[in-house]
């Protein structure tokens, strides 16, 4: 496989016997380094970096909150981009992968809400605000479900696929509505710290184990997305036999 | 190919005024909603006078919801869209057409209906024009985007509150500016025109997002 170009590669893990070969492989080391990456962060994150001045021990869900919402959004991007070249190019693994993607990037959004909102109590003294970054994650929470179910109840793979693909492209809208919320609004959600034009603004010791959150949440995203991916294309496969021996 | 637009929204208006239910029914529904909220909140006039603007849209939106299933699936089920795919039209361009004859039988309608409904929940005299204006630039938006969530559950058998469920997260953006541009001092004093123009911007968005997606969504409802 080496010998080819990346573009040629594409399209040959476009077969899934060739695929379910190379995800079959990937599967355990990537959970291998979910695994020491979660731990390094929690480690990091509960014992070893420092309490706010203000918020004191509380501020320590900010490092399950943070790299929630960033995976919530990351998983809508993977999700929108497969639904981009599903439609474009009609690579056939594409809508496999979006609709892998969507219950992943729907629990990531649901944990930022929950986890936020449990910070929110005693921090701003409220379990909810309707102010404009909230708002906006509990939209793309709906579009998760509402894409979700479009998959659910339309019966015919390749015209589910399609539709689900032009829903997720409309909806993408939404994920820099998202970024921006508390640039564009005066929310009571704190601003960019980290995704900002003038670099992070956080202290290091904190930045640390952030980061190592987000990256270990990220691999434990594309582990489960390619075990998601594999069981989709058993159920494909599966539905495929039982039309065949219905025929005969 | 205007004289095909123009026939299809002719066709469309005609079969939507003569076998009835549509524009009635989503009034009737405007009308039964309206009513039940001071049942459900009190009597309070002054509490519904500064909430009015709010629960008018808030009906309206319901009201439009319920009218989306019968943008497509008639025509889907008795293949009159997979002929109309074929014709002269293009797919943007017949989808346009049949939003257009839906806002004339469904919108507008609402949008009538709306001050008269006003005055069931005390809306301040000084509200009226602006929600009949913001009414007007926001209801084409909601059948615009309306027509994506029909188009994408069309060949879904039961597919009516599937659809609404998926345009809801659109209709937002209408909804919130729509209160505004209302003027409703509650929701956020002072922008009422600012909201306008964003509403007006969000229906020009509409009118070029709603009938490329739901032709995308339509074709590919029609071709498996």
Sequence with gaps: MSELSFTQRFHAYANPTRFMTLSGKLVVPLGIVTAVLIGAGLYFALLNSPVDYQQGETVRIMYVHVPSAWLGMFAYMVMASASLIALVFRHPLADVCAKSAAPLGAAFTFLALATGSLWGRPMWGTWWVWDARLTSMLILLFLYFGYIALWATIEEPVRAARAAAVLALVGSINVPIVHYSVVWWNTLHQPASVFRVDGPEIAGSMLIPLMLMAVGFTFFFVTMLLVRMRVEILRRRVRALRLATAEV | ?224
């Design chain 2, 1 to 224: 190919m205007m004289r095909a637009f123009l026939s299809l929204v002719k066709r469309d208006v005609a079969l939507a005024t003569q076998v009835g239910g549509g524009g009635g029914m989503a009034v009737f529904f405007f009308l039964v909603a309206v009513s039940l909220l001071p049942l459900g909140i009190g009597p309070n006039l002054n509490l519904l006078a500064k909430i009015a603007p709010g629960l008018l849209w808030v009906a309206l939106l319901l009201s439009s919801l319920l009218t989306l299933d019968r943008l497509f699936q008639a025509d889907f089920e008795d293949g009159t869209l997979d002929a109309l795919s074929m014709g002269a039209l293009p797919l943007e361009l017949m989808v346009s057409a049949k939003i257009m004859a839906h806002w004339l039988t469904t919108g507008l309608p609402l949008v009538v209906a709306a001050p008269f409904l006003g005055l069931l929940l005390n809306l301040g005299s000084a509200h009226f024009l602006p929600l009949v204006g913001a009414m007007l630039l926001g209801t084409p938006a909601l059948s615009l985007l309306g027509a994506i969530g029909a188009a994408l559950t069309v060949s879904v058998r039961r597919g009516g509150l599937l659809a609404s469920l998926l345009v809801i997260p659109f209709y937002l953006p209408v909804l919130i500016f729509g209160v505004a541009a209302a003027g409703s001092d509650v929701a956020m004093p002072g922008v009422s025109q600012q909201a306008m123009l964003l509403l007006g911007a969000v229906t020009l968005v509409s009118l070029v997002l709603g009938p490329v997606a739901a032709a995308a969504a339509l074709r590919a409802n029609l071709r498996s």
